[in-house]
């Protein structure tokens, strides 16, 4: 079976930077998309393609991949971005199905 | 604006049927891909199902295959999920998500809210 692994926690202090990491087998041919979801909220985009952010991301988020291991880095981090963020990508086996990461809480404090 | 509004949640014994929709805005439907995406309390995101454009394609995750329909109507812009021979692990919030390419899957662009779905007797 497909699976993507993050750490389960990281924290930081209001302006360090976090990262995030994700790996799998698939991701040496694949990025994997990144979400944000904050408590109570429905998961937001904050990269995809490799490193793209959509409209309204900051800037601070950037992806990095290095042969089956993907980083999420969120540079100057701020309270705001506290939240779970997973990794994201379909099975490269061809049977097109959707894999999350096992997700990873941030804290900022 | 863009938007995905899911609803027909609600509490099912196990062994029960239930069907949820989806309302898209804002975007043509008819040339996007849709998917449904879970999340059990306290647990992270789980992908269930994605339907092509035209619906000609249909593709779902294990814990849901056989059970689980996805559909869709794009006269009415709207996407389903028929949910039947519901299990107490199925319980979680369902969300419907817009692919974020043409020619899916591959990821998601757009959320709905969700709508929970508790499976209890």
């Known amino acids: 079976s497909y699976e993507l692994t993050q750490p389960p926690s990281v924290s930081v202090s209001p302006g360090q930077t976090a990262r995030i990491t994700c790996s799998g087998d698939?991701?040496?041919?694949?990025?994997p998309y990144w979400y944000q979801q904050k408590s109570g909220q429905a998961p937001v985009l904050v990269i995809y393609?490799?490193?793209k952010r959509p409209s309204g991301i900051p800037e601070r988020f950037s992806c990095s991949n290095s042969g089956t291991v993907a980083t999420l880095t969120i540079t100057g981090a701020q309270v705001e971005d506290e939240g779970d963020y997973y990794c994201?990508?379909?099975?490269?086996?061809?049977?097109?199905?959707?894999?999350f990461g096992t997700g990873t809480k941030v804290t900022v404090l | 604006q863009v938007q995905l509004v899911e609803s027909g949640g609600g509490v099912v014994q196990p062994g029960g049927s239930l069907r949820l929709s989806c309302a898209a805005s804002?975007?043509?439907?008819?040339?996007?891909?849709m998917h449904w995406v879970r999340q059990a309390p306290g647990k992270g995101l789980e992908w269930v199902a994605f339907?092509?454009?035209?619906?000609?394609?249909?593709y779902y995750a294990d814990s849901v295959k056989g059970r689980f329909t996805i559909s869709r109507d794009n006269s009415k812009n709207t996407l389903y999920l028929q949910m039947n021979s519901l299990r107490v692990e199925d319980t979680a919030v369902y969300y419907c998500?817009?692919?974020?390419?043409?020619?899916?899957?591959?990821?998601?662009?757009?959320w709905g809210q969700g709508t929970m779905v508790t499976v209890s007797s």
């Open positions: 998500a817009k692919d974020i390419v043409v020619v899916g899957p591959e990821a998601f662009d757009i």
């Open positions: 804002g975007f043509t439907f008819n040339t996007y891909g």
């Open positions: 339907i092509r454009y035209d619906g000609s394609k249909k």
């Open positions: 698939a991701l040496a041919t694949k990025y």
């Open positions: 393609e490799d490193s």
């Open positions: 994201y990508s379909t099975d490269s086996s061809g049977n097109h199905r959707g894999v």
